[in-house]
């Protein structure tokens, strides 16, 4: 079986660090390693409009923002495929044949459909295509016939349910569609960084993000106010790292090579936990540790994305080429799916044939 590895993001604004150390990380690593046979990343702008149909213009501003930020961090167009979901028009139609294979009471289990309309506050009022997206989702997996799908936790649910469709279809119609495998941040930190504010999801509606985009200026704001301890109030205070937004992110980020770099008074994190429990140190210095830490790898992210940001056509020839690649592969897997279904009349003249046979 080949290895084919898909991912994506919907483009409801600028990417953050906390999709860095979700998934795109894993995917550096991934397409630095290269032992795969194709790799896909896909905008998903459809997806996205589930729940901002009334506001189009902002899924469609942001098409190119998320584009620069894949490119900045160094996904290589080279090697990894960029498209655009609802160009390829072939997903949509696979996901009308999903729906048949998907009860309503198995999407309303779906703990992150269940979780995501709980944060949208729809309560009776759900679109549709909301509610619904799980089997979108499947049908953009399983159109590129993807063994590999790096996510962050809380989509796991979502593979699940492509891996329930699969089984579905393959059990009716044929061996055609493959079981996709998850990957998932091998640091647990980076299972689901918090936002700045102390929350437990970084979010771009709630504005607790740091932003692979922001300036220095920015970043400083943003970790220096940081949510630490608030018992933590003098430097001779016992600190507690547990629910300690700072000490979340240095150990979703920092190495010991840090420590040796910037803070010699440590060996690694495990010291400076310790020292900070103790007491004797306080929030300020960490934090600017954590901000030396955070700045060095945005520094080079801000950089390329500024190349680019000044080459944009040679960006949009990427989407475009990207896209193109990818409607042919959905292409073909979306008539294998048809000829499995016998919904291929006119591809022959069986039709006819078997109308004869019974006649």
Do not use: W
């Not at 080279?78 to 729906?99: C, G, R």
């Not at 979502?158 to 279809?169: A, G, H, L, P, Y």
């Not at 220096?224 to 992110?249: A, C, Q, R, W």
């Not at 944009?312 to 475009?320: A, H, R, S």
């Amino acid at each position: 079986m080949k290895k084919i590895i898909l991912t994506g993001d919907r483009p409801t604004g600028r990417l953050h660090i906390g999709h860095y150390v979700g998934s795109l990380k894993s995917r550096l690593m991934l397409q630095e390693k290269g032992d795969y046979d194709d790799f896909l990343v896909m905008i998903a702008d459809a997806q996205a409009l589930t729940d901002n149909a009334d506001n189009p213009s902002k899924i469609r501003s942001n098409i190119l923002n998320v584009a620069l930020d894949y490119l900045a961090v160094g996904i290589d167009p080279q090697k990894i495929h960029i498209f655009i979901q609802s160009e390829v028009s072939e997903l949509t139609e696979l996901s009308f044949y999903y729906a048949n294979l998907v009860t309503v009471s198995r999407l309303q289990r779906n703990p992150t459909v269940k979780s995501e309309i709980k944060a949208r506050g729809f309560n009776e009022s759900i679109p549709v295509g909301f509610f619904t997206y799980p089997i979108s989702q499947a049908a953009d997996i399983t159109a590129f016939k993807a063994s590999i799908v790096p996510v962050g936790d809380d989509q796991l649910p979502m593979i699940e349910q492509t891996r329930e469709i699969v089984k579905s279809f393959n059990r009716i119609y044929g061996e055609v569609l493959v079981l996709p495998k998850e990957v998932l941040p091998e640091n647990e930190a980076c299972l689901r960084l918090p936002g700045i504010d102390g929350n437990a999801k970084m979010s771009k509606s709630v504005g607790n993000c740091i932003y692979l985009s922001d300036s220095y200026e920015e970043l400083k704001t943003k970790v220096m106010s940081m949510y630490t301890d608030p018992l933590h109030l003098k430097v001779e205070d016992k600190g507690h790292i547990e629910g300690n937004t700072v000490f979340t992110y240095l150990d979703a980020f920092a190495t010991d090579d840090d420590f040796k770099n910037y803070y010699p008074e440590f060996a690694n994190l495990k010291e400076l936990k310790k020292a900070y429990q103790q007491g004797g140190i306080g929030d300020v210095k960490i934090k600017k540790f954590l901000l030396q830490i955070l700045d060095n790898l945005l520094k080079p992210i801000r950089e390329r994305r500024l190349y680019y940001e000044e080459h944009i056509d040679e960006v949009y020839n990427i989407l475009k080429d990207g896209t193109m690649y990818a409607r042919s592969i959905a292409r073909e897997t979306l008539k294998e799916v048809k000829d499995a279904m016998k919904l291929n009349y006119f591809d022959n003249e069986e039709l006819v044939k078997e109308y004869k046979d019974e006649h």
